[in-house]
C-alpha cells in the first residue's frame, strides 16, 4: 500500500497567514492514535496563536484542538479503537508542543484517551463541534482539587459529577452560567444539566431558546440592565445550595456581574475561562480559578460517556456546525470568522 501524503496548515512566524505546505505522516506513540481528518473546527485560542505565538513551542507550528475522522493508526496499549473506526478527539498540540498533534492537517496524532467512537449517524461535521467544549466543560466542573492554570493562577475545583447516561435526580445545586451560547457555555450547560445541576444561563437576548435547548432552566439576556438582580432572584427561588459561576466569557463586564451576583448570594465558585480578578476585588467566600482545558479528569468522560451519549442524543452536537469550506486552505479565513465573532456557532472546515 503507498503511504498516504500529509499536508498541514503551519504557522511559519507569529502574526502571519497559515502557509500549506507538506507534513510528515504521524506515527502513532503507546496510547495514541493517527486519525485522517475529515473535519476540524477553529476555537478562539487557534486565533490567539496565530497572532501572538502564545503556547508555540516549536517553529513551524500546527496547531488546533478538534478533529473528527478515522483512524489510521492505532499505537501499542489501546484497546478501545481500531483502523477505520469514525472518531472525534481533542488534539492537544497546546501542551505538547508537537506539530503532529496540531488539528490543522490531513493526518493528527491524538490521545487514545481524548478520543470517542462517532456514532454512524452522526456527520464528522456536526461531530467536530464536541471535543474541545466537552474537555473545557468537565475541566469546569469536575475537578476536585485546585492545581495550577498558569503561574499564580489556579484551576477551579467545584467537585461536581460527572455527566450521566440515565435521568439522574435533581441535586438540589444550581450553577450559573455566564455565556449559555457560546461554544464552552453551552457544552457546559449540557454536561451540568446531565449531572442534575440546575442551570441558569446567561444569553444573547436571540439565543433564550438555544440555552434552554442545551439544558438551562432560566436564561437571561446579557444586556439587561437589571442582569445580576434577576440572576440573583433566580438562585433564590431555585433553593437549594448555590454552587456559583462559571464565567464562559471573563471580561471586566461579565466580572462585575459576577462581582455583584456572588456578593448578594454570600460567596461560591468563579470558575472562568481566562485569569479571574484578584482576590482583593472579589467579596468574601469566593474561591476563584481558571480552567486549562487538558486534563486527566476528563478520560472517563471520554471513556465510558460521550459515544452513549452521542448515540441517545443526551450529548447534543451543539452549538451547530458552521462550514467555513472544504479544504486546509479554508482555515486562514475561518479564523479570520472566528475573531470577527459568532454566535452560537463552530466554525468547521471539511477536509
Ligand atoms: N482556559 C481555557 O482552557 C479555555 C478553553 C476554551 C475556551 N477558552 C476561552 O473561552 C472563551 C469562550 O470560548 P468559546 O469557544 O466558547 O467562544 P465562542 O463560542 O466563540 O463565544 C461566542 C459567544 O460568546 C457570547 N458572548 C459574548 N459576549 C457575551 C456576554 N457579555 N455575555 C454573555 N455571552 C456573551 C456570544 O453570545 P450571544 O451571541 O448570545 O450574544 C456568543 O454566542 C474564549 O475567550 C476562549 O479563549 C478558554
Redesign the pocket.
Known sequence: MSVPKNQAAWLVKAGSPLELGDAPLPTAGPGELVIRNAAIAI???DCHMQESGVFVRQWPAIFGCDIAGEVYEVGKDVERFKGGDRVIGHAINLTSGRPQDGAFALYTVIPADKAAILPDEISFTDGVVVP??LE?AVCALSLKEPGVAMPGVATPALGLPYPSLHDVPSSGKTLVV??G?????SMTIQTATAAGIHVIA???A??LDFSKRCGAARVFD?KDTSLAGKVVEAVRENGGEFIGIFD????P??YANDITILEQLHGGHLAC??PPPPSTDLPANVSAG????VNDVVTPVWKDYVTPALQSRKLQCL?PPFVVGKGLEHIQSALEK?KA????TKLVVEL
Not at 248 to 251: F, Y
Not at 290 to 293: D, G, S
Open positions: 476555537n478562539p485560542v474541545f467544549a473545557a455566564y455565556g451560547s457560546s461554544s464552552v457555555g446567561i444569553s444573547g436571540h439565543n446579557h464562559a466569557i471573563a471580561t463586564e461579565t475561562v481566562h481558571m480552567i486549562f482545558a452549538p472566528s465573532g459568532v454566535s452560537a
